[in-house]
């Protein structure tokens, strides 16, 4: 019942044979060419490692000075309650 009915000689497709009358010019990029230096690459290859050194550096005492706040207000809050 739900099954597909498929027809029992499918007509293949229309095969096409003719070459095309104009064929498109090859087009040359406009972008120049662009090179680049090993010591550039090797500068922002660097920077980078530098800049997520420092991102990390940064995390990581936002962290330190998040637990220490936590801990202090606990030891205030405990020593007001004395």
């Known amino acids: 019942m739900f099954l597909p009915k498929y027809p029992d000689s499918p007509t293949p497709p229309p095969v096409h044979t003719h070459a095309p009358t104009d ?3 090859a087009r040359r990029s406009a972008l ?6 090993t010591g550039a690459v090797v500068a922002v ?4 490692v530098v800049l ?6 940064v995390a990581v005492s936002a962290i330190s ?5 936590v801990v202090l207000r606990s030891l ?3 020593h007001n309650r004395r």
């Open 23 to 25: 064929p498109a010019p």
């Open 32 to 37: 120049p060419a662009v090179s680049v230096s």
């Open 45 to 48: 290859l660097t920077g980078g």
């Open 52 to 57: 997520t050194a420092l991102l990390a550096a």
């Open 65 to 69: 000075v998040a637990i220490a706040a």
């Open 76 to 78: 205030l809050r405990e």
